[in-house]
């Protein structure tokens, strides 16, 4: 026999799904004023001027990941039509590759050193490096559990750039 809902709390449904829709609106707004200010929608987690947009934008991101209902299909468009990124590390880090390949095409190496201009490109590449040196090592044998930090994907693109001839 099914149990009757509780007039009571079928009104307290109908309230925090009204409640959610209007927070809901509410940080999309203060995301559209976040990205007016700053040109992206990058908002860090712990964004110190407006920590409760930093947690909303991480929220967001965890329920697409799970492909939670709550965030239909409507909430997704709309995120999308302002240019969200659903995926903030995987977007840095084909941001840092697109300067990886600038920096490839006009020195015909990948091999940044501290002279150069940028020390942001510095540092991931020596990220990548030792990653990729993880992977190989990896593939003949030895065992590193940092190599799944470069997935096959991120392999393929740096070896397209001749990446591993550089170490």
């Known amino acids: 026999m099914e149990e ?27 995301l559209c004023t976040y990205k007016a200010r700053n040109g992206h929608c990058l908002v860090p987690h712990n964004y110190t001027p407006n920590k409760s947009l930093g947690i909303w934008v991480f929220e967001e991101r965890q329920l697409y990941k799970k ?3 709550r965030l239909d299909s409507y909430r997704i468009q709309k995120l ?4 969200f990124v659903w ?9 840092m590759y697109e300067e990886l390949k600038i920096f490839q095409q006009t020195n015909k190496h990948t091999v ?6 940028t020390n942001q490109l510095l540092q991931w590449v020596d990220h990548r490096r030792r990653e990729y ?11 590193d ?22 170490l």
């Open 145 to 166: 559990k940092r190599s799944k930090i470069l997935t096959e994907e991120g392999i393929r693109l740096l070896e397209r750039i001749s990446y591993g001839r550089s």
């Open 112 to 117: 940044v050193q501290q002279k150069e201009k």
């Open 80 to 83: 999308n039509g302002i240019g």
């Open 87 to 95: 995926n903030a590390r995987e977007h840095s880090w084909m941001k």
């Open 4 to 30: 009757e809902q509780n007039p009571s709390q079928a009104m307290s449904s109908r309230e925090n799904s009204v409640g959610y829709r209007v927070r809901w609106k509410y940080m999309f707004d203060q």
């Open 67 to 69: 492909k939670e209902p």
């Open 133 to 143: 040196k993880a992977y190989m090592d990896m593939s003949r044998g030895h065992d």
